[in-house]
């Protein structure tokens, strides 16, 4: 399983674009969120945006959402011949209803691109197959009233998302020894708000994941002026990753 920092930015602008994730696993290339930028991201990385088989939205928020229609367009103009693959677009219970209002305003193109697009939604603690062995859960977290964590899993392989929460140690639980734990840190202490993550909270929350390395994104830029490897240290002893879009990582399928 190889997993690529797309977007590790947030609304704010920077050098990082908002969020975006891709996993690539066996048959299965699975984006998870796209916000603003993340569709270009690519395109400049040379990642397999052509190949994308699965999108996976953690909530709505438009950092998280915007390059939808970005890319169903791109899949139809972008590349001859134009897209004719199937897409199954995963998302917490209302992304159907959050692609028909994208399709009010931009057309119904966006939800029917010339190539079938599948539509799953995912309750907290349903799990869905993605085919050739990969597997995706959704936990829910505090942040907005739908959003969601993602777990994929292929073989022993086990990488964790939390998407946008808030402190929650109970989703820290859920992932407890994880591969891979990508978690969100959003601000520093003097900006921390209740719906997103300080990295002394993410501190604590890798304290009780425990998991084999703790990679960090959607960083706000106020956050990168704290030293937030070592705020972590006090509470989680493995490796910290802030990481930057374009990074990326293999994760050990045994
Ligand atoms: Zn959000
Ligand atoms: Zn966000």
Same mark, same amino acid.
């Given at each position: 399983m190889r997993l690529t920092t797309l977007g590790t930015g947030t !609304? $704010? %602008? $920077?050098?990082r674009v908002n969020a975006g994730h891709l996993v690539e696993a066996g048959a299965v290339t699975l984006l998870m969120d796209c916000g603003s930028g993340v569709a270009h991201r690519m395109g400049e990385l040379g990642a397999n945006w052509l190949g994308i088989t699965h999108l996976a939205f953690t909530h709505f928020h438009p950092d998280h959402t915007l390059d939808l229609t970005t890319l169903m367009f791109a899949w139809r103009y *972008? !590349?001859? %011949?134009p897209r004719s693959a199937p897409l199954t677009i995963l998302g917490p219970v209302g992304t159907a209803q959050l692609i028909e209002q994208f399709a009010a305003i931009y057309g119904d193109k966006v939800k029917d691109p010339g190539f079938p697009v599948t539509v799953r939604e995912l309750a907290p603690g349903e799990r869905a197959e993605l085919g050739d062995g990969v597997t995706i859960e959704a936990h829910k977290v505090p942040h907005t009233a739908e959003s969601v964590a993602y777990s994929v899993e292929r073989g022993s392989a086990r990488l964790v998302f939390t998407g946008d929460t808030a402190f929650d140690t109970a989703v820290a639980e859920w992932a407890r *020894?994880? /591969? +891979? #734990?990508? !978690?969100e840190c959003s601000l520093p202490e003097q900006l921390a708000v209740p719906t997103h993550l300080t990295p002394a909270q993410v501190g604590v929350m890798a304290e009780v994941a425990e998991p084999g390395r703790l990679v960090l994104t959607h960083f706000y %830029? %106020? +956050? #990168?002026?704290? /030293?937030i490897a070592e705020i972590i240290a006090l509470r989680y002893s493995g490796e910290v990753v802030i990481a930057f879009d374009g990074w990326s990582t293999d994760i050990e399928e045994r």
């Open positions: !609304a $704010s %602008p $920077s050098t *972008g !590349a001859l %011949p *020894g994880c /591969d +891979v #734990l990508l !978690a %830029p %106020p +956050v #990168l002026d704290e /030293d």
